[in-house]
């Protein structure tokens, strides 16, 4: 009777621990792009303002980031060293009358997208985490891009970069990667945390529309003390067992 009740009260507590409390969402901060037009240089990014008092997205363009001949699925790390510059940005409307971001590289004929070879390098050191929105306090628990493709066929690759993007010792994961089809919008998201993330393309066309993150609450100290407390239980039940025996 006692295993039983031990086995139980541990069964109990590792059903707080999952599900339902990791994938509580408190708020979810969205990015705002700013009205049509040219923003930052070589030098200089655009900050992309997130709602919820969850900080800043700084945004760069580049040119001749990736290669013209797809990989796919994507292996390899994005050609950060070979030959890649960096370029101003565009928000304009997209083939779907939405606001989108993209590259202002004026020797693509896809101006003011994410043409081919371009990409955008999203840097997540000024996002708040966690943040705190309406007296509630939240961690990042996912991150979405919500992509659209202006010219069909686009093979879009998604990089997560760990350190700093460009810079001896960092690394590039490959997040998702795929050709987009219909001139429909992508929806990517990941839980997976890094520094930044690069989002390009090696052929045709696509703008970036938006990018949200949600934030979820920590898990609470008192469901790993239910854990521990049936763990410990479950131990001692089974040590008097077996002495008994």
């Known amino acids: 009777m006692k295993t039983n009740f031990a086995i139980a009260a541990l069964i109990s507590a590792a059903a707080v621990l999952t599900p339902a409390h990791a994938t509580t969402v408190l708020f979810t901060a969205t990015t705002t792009l700013p009205a049509a037009g ?32 797809p990989t796919l699925p994507a292996t390899a790390t994005p050609p950060v060293f070979s030959g890649a510059s960096e370029t101003g940005l565009v928000v304009q409307n997209d083939l779907s009358g939405t606001r989108g971001l993209g590259v202002n590289d004026a020797t693509n004929q896809d101006k003011g997208f994410i043409a081919p070879t371009d990409a955008v390098v999203l840097d997540f050191s000024g996002v708040n985490n966690p943040a705190t929105y309406n007296s509630q306090t939240g961690y990042i628990s996912s991150v979405t891009f919500k992509l659209y493709e202006d010219y069909s066929g686009a093979d879009y690759e998604i990089y997560g970069v760990t350190g700093s993007y460009g810079k001896a010792g960092a690394t590039y994961t490959v997040i998702q990667s795929g050709q987009m089809s219909n001139s429909t919008p992508l929806t990517v998201s990941t839980s997976s945390l890094y520094s930044s993330y690069v989002i390009g393309v090696n052929d045709c066309a696509l703008d970036i529309q938006s990018i949200s993150l949600n934030y979820s609450p920590a898990p609470e100290p008192g469901t790993f003390v239910m854990a521990g407390i049936a763990l410990i239980g479950l131990g001692v039940t089974l040590k008097k067992r077996s002495r008994k025996a």
């Open 38 to 69: 040219n923003y930052g240089s070589s030098t200089t990014g655009l900050a992309l303002t997130l709602s919820d008092n969850a900080g800043s997205i700084e945004a760069y363009g580049y040119k001749n980031l990736f290669p013209t001949t």
